[in-house]
């Protein structure tokens, strides 16, 4: 499947089938090293179980996908191992203070104790957190966590990291302050593949899939994308493909 352009994600004809219900239907999508791609739906469209099965999560049906490189079908521990992941709903865990957060999923991604350590004091350092990294996550702002969750997601230098809503629930200032993470990490070569409900953000990404009931509707820059549709913004984009 690999080509002469340098390809974080392949994806060709791939499916998921519940039973009867086709979730993924039959998705091509290519996603470059180093982009930010936009991947949106309305709820039920697919999105969460087309990020499942590139995570190495949820076995396809059929179709074709290599993630990082690597098979979608046999190599998924591998896959694993070379992304990282943020949720909204998850992704620290309450009870934990900010070092031991750090220090746990440093140790799921499988990083030497040494070098973990030197990340983790890098980490607190950068985000400014060394005076609260005895404080439980419970009791931080919901904007320190989400950007601490993304900082986790990236401490063992992915090749793609996957966002799924990552700015739900947080104030505007917050929002931008986390595109500005997300630049960063594009600007130093890690693909950045985020799902959102914010279609503003949509504006911020390299290029953007919308998926309409388990197929991708439309995949292009938002630039093209409102041409196409004669739109003035992705909201309106939006709203023509999903509630047409």
Same mark, same amino acid.
């Given at each position: 499947?690999?080509?002469?352009? =340098?390809?974080?994600?392949?994806?060709?004809? &791939?499916?998921?089938?519940? *039973?009867?219900?086709?979730?993924?239907?039959?998705?091509?999508?290519?996603?470059?090293?180093?982009?930010?791609?936009?991947?949106?739906?309305a $709820? *039920?469209?697919?999105?969460?179980?087309?990020?499942r099965?590139?995570?190495?999560?949820?076995?396809?049906?059929?179709?074709?996908?290599?993630?990082?490189?690597y098979?979608?079908?046999d190599?998924?521990?591998? +896959?694993?191992? =070379?992304?990282?992941?943020?949720?909204q709903?998850?992704s620290?865990y309450?009870?934990?203070?900010?070092?031991? $957060?750090?220090?746990?999923?440093?140790?799921?991604?499988?990083?030497? @104790?040494?070098?973990?350590?030197?990340?983790?004091?890098?980490?607190l350092d @950068?985000?400014? &957190?060394? !005076?609260?990294? @005895?404080?439980?996550?419970?009791?931080? !702002?919901?904007? /320190?966590?989400?950007? &601490? #969750?993304?900082?986790?997601?990236?401490?063992?230098?992915?090749?793609?990291?996957?966002?799924?809503?990552?700015?739900?629930?947080?104030?505007?200032l917050?929002r @931008?302050q986390? /595109?500005?993470? +997300?630049y960063e990490? #594009?600007?130093?070569g890690?693909?950045?593949?985020?799902?959102?409900?914010?279609?503003?953000?949509?504006?911020?990404?390299?290029?953007?899939? +919308?998926?309409?009931?388990?197929?991708? #509707?439309?995949?292009?820059?938002?630039?093209? &994308?409102?041409?196409?549709?004669?739109? $003035?913004?992705?909201?309106?984009?939006?709203?023509?493909?999903?509630? !047409?």
């Amino acid at each position: 499947m690999s080509d002469t352009v =340098n390809h974080s994600i392949q994806v060709r004809e &791939l499916t998921r089938k519940f *039973g009867d219900f086709t979730a993924v239907d039959h998705i091509t999508f290519d996603v470059k090293q180093g982009e930010i791609f936009g991947f949106l739906g309305a $709820n *039920g469209a697919g999105k969460t179980t087309a990020i499942r099965m590139l995570c190495g999560l949820l076995s396809p049906t059929s179709g074709q996908a290599e993630v990082c490189g690597y098979d979608l079908f046999d190599q998924t521990e591998e +896959i694993k191992r =070379n992304i990282g992941y943020m949720s909204q709903r998850f992704s620290l865990y309450e009870d934990l203070t900010v070092e031991e $957060n750090i220090l746990f999923y440093g140790g799921i991604y499988g990083m030497k @104790r040494r070098e973990l350590r030197s990340q983790t004091d890098i980490l607190l350092d @950068r985000l400014g &957190l060394g !005076p609260i990294k @005895r404080v439980l996550i419970s009791e931080l !702002p919901l904007g /320190w966590k989400q950007k &601490l #969750a993304f900082s986790t997601a990236l401490i063992h230098d992915p090749a793609i990291v996957f966002l799924d809503e990552p700015t739900g629930g947080v104030d505007p200032l917050t929002r @931008r302050q986390f /595109w500005e993470m +997300i630049y960063e990490t #594009a600007h130093h070569g890690t693909t950045v593949f985020v799902t959102t409900h914010y279609m503003d953000e949509a504006e911020y990404c390299d290029r953007v899939s +919308i998926m309409v009931d388990g197929r991708i #509707a439309a995949l292009d820059t938002p630039r093209k &994308l409102k041409e196409q549709f004669s739109a $003035n913004s992705m909201d309106e984009v939006f709203v023509k493909l999903a509630r !047409p």
